[in-house]
């Protein structure tokens, strides 16, 4: 059986997963997941697959997998995969960004994506209190970032590792939710090498624009 993949198209976890499979040369059969209509929070979905009822989830026979940076690093394992870093010491940073990322970065921009893209759809007002506070955390791990990335094409040494496929994710959604990236210069620029040498990113973006701006058309949704 070919390794499955659950997932929406509109997911910048899910984008994560996708384009590491595409620059691994890894085969998977993609599942698609309707989080919109919300085909992750069935019983028999949560009973199966992801008991958060979250995507993207990895089936691999017997193997069943959340959490797109460990997907990541089950797929590298499979491959021997450079993503992971090419030395000892470069596979520590690595984990330390990917670490680093879900703690201080995307569940920031998480917040921020519910504020303003997933409130909407729902007919919700925003709470500029949350929006506040999410937005002065990720103010602080930008400047982070900011600064790491002066003079530097990748996270981690100078080749593209998981470090920068985790820190990228967010970008997926930047124009939809609006976040404050533009302020940081050495992080926009870091982000747009990735769009013009990395094509898999490149390809990925594209996919995850037209899913969401197809379902916020579909709604009457204009953010």
């Known amino acids: 059986m070919a390794i499955r993949i659950y997932g929406d198209a ?13 620059i691994m040369g890894i085969d998977i059969e993609r599942v698609k997941i309707d989080l919109f ?16 009822g979250l995507t993207p989830v990895l089936e691999d ?6 959490e797109a940076s460990a997907i990541n690093l089950y797929l590298a394992s499979k491959a021997d995969s450079p993503l992971v870093g090419r030395t000892a010491k470069e596979r520590f940073q690595v984990l330390q960004w990917m670490f680093w990322s879900g703690e201080q970065w995307r569940t920031f921009t998480t917040t921020i994506f519910g504020e303003r893209v997933a409130k909407p759809v729902m007919g919700q007002p925003e709470d500029e209190a949350v929006l506040k506070y999410a937005e002065d955390r990720i103010h602080g791990a930008a400047k982070v970032l900011n600064q790491h990335l002066e003079g530097r094409n990748f996270m981690v040494g100078d080749a593209l590792t ?10 997926s959604q930047i124009n939809r939710a609006k976040f404050p990236f533009g302020d940081y210069p050495h992080l926009m620029a870091w982000h747009n090498n990735l769009l013009r040498t990395i094509p898999a990113w490149a390809e990925t973006k594209a996919e995850v ?13 204009t953010l």
């Open 10 to 22: 509109g997911s910048g976890s899910l984008r994560r997963v996708t384009t590491a499979a595409k």
């Open 37 to 52: 209509k919300g085909e992750s929070q069935t019983d028999a979905f949560k009973a199966r697959l992801n008991p958060h």
């Open 61 to 66: 026979e017997d193997t069943i997998l959340w």
């Open 162 to 171: 998981f470090a920068d496929i985790d820190i990228a994710a967010p970008f």
């Open 209 to 221: 624009d037209e899913r969401m701006e197809t379902f916020l058309r579909s709604v009457g949704v």
